[in-house]
């Protein structure tokens, strides 16, 4: 059960676009598409931006999108604003019938 | 509206137990598999424990295998985290948190390991 592999920062001016890369295996993000992605800003509780490799709860942003390639998931942020600032962390289930995160990364608005 | 509301969290000596509860509301409780999810403060997020929506399954991080029991009430919407054998790596917030594709999260409970 290793975490899955995020970049520990990123950032980004405002209106740029970014990515967050989360690098799992092919008993997780390679074999399933159970991958969500959460934004958490401090002392918040996590919210899900997005679910199920690339879908969008409503009431999200649809600056925020996603991907997966093989055993790689990808958040991209388009159009960063200010608020987006916080970490995000991605997470999947696993052929083990568990559940994964990412280490999270930090989102910085320069 | 939904709500998870955490409870149960305190100080525990490492060795020792501790019995943690999560109320659900505004959501039909027994077709959902729910979650623990622990985080240290300023640190990450990390997976503890699933239940099956009918109780008769569950599943868990390998940290935690052997050692604590998730179970739940459908009768009374509550989750239940039975944590035994205490250490302090076990430090953390505990969340409450109702599967995809939704993942409602509750406030959290803090669970404290020392001596």
């Known amino acids: 059960q290793s975490a899955l592999t995020q970049p520990a920062s990123v950032s980004g001016s405002p209106g740029q676009s970014i990515t967050i890369s989360c690098t799992g295996t092919?008993?997780?993000?390679?074999?399933?598409?159970?991958v969500s992605w959460f934004q958490q800003h401090p002392g918040k509780v996590p919210k899900v931006v997005i679910y199920?490799?690339?879908n969008r709860p409503s009431g999200v942003s649809n600056r925020f999108s996603a991907s997966k390639s093989g055993s790689t998931a990808s958040l991209t942020i388009s159009g960063l604003q200010p608020e987006d600032e916080a970490d995000y962390y991605c997470t999947s289930f696993t052929r083990s019938f568990t559940w994964v995160f990412g280490g999270g990364t930090r989102l910085t608005v320069l | 509206e939904v709500q998870l509301v955490e409870s149960g969290g305190d100080l525990v000596q490492p060795g020792g137990s501790l019995r943690l509860s999560c109320a659900a509301s505004?959501?039909?409780?027994?077709?959902?598999?729910m979650h623990w999810v622990r985080q240290v403060p300023g640190k990450g997020l990390e997976w503890v424990s699933r239940?099956?929506?009918?109780?008769?399954?569950?599943d868990y991080a390998d940290a935690v295998k052997g050692r604590f029991t998730i179970s739940r009430d459908n009768g009374h919407n509550t989750v239940y985290l039975q944590m035994n054998s205490l250490r302090g790596e076990d430090t953390a917030l505990y969340f409450c948190?109702?599967?995809?594709?939704?993942?409602?999260w509750g406030q959290g409970t803090p669970v404290t390991v020392s001596s």
């Open positions: 505004g959501f039909t409780f027994s077709v959902y598999w």
């Open positions: 948190v109702r599967d995809r594709p939704s993942w409602d």
């Open positions: 199920d490799v690339t």
């Open positions: 239940v099956k929506p009918d109780g008769t399954s569950a």
């Open positions: 092919s008993s997780d993000i390679g074999y399933y598409n159970y």
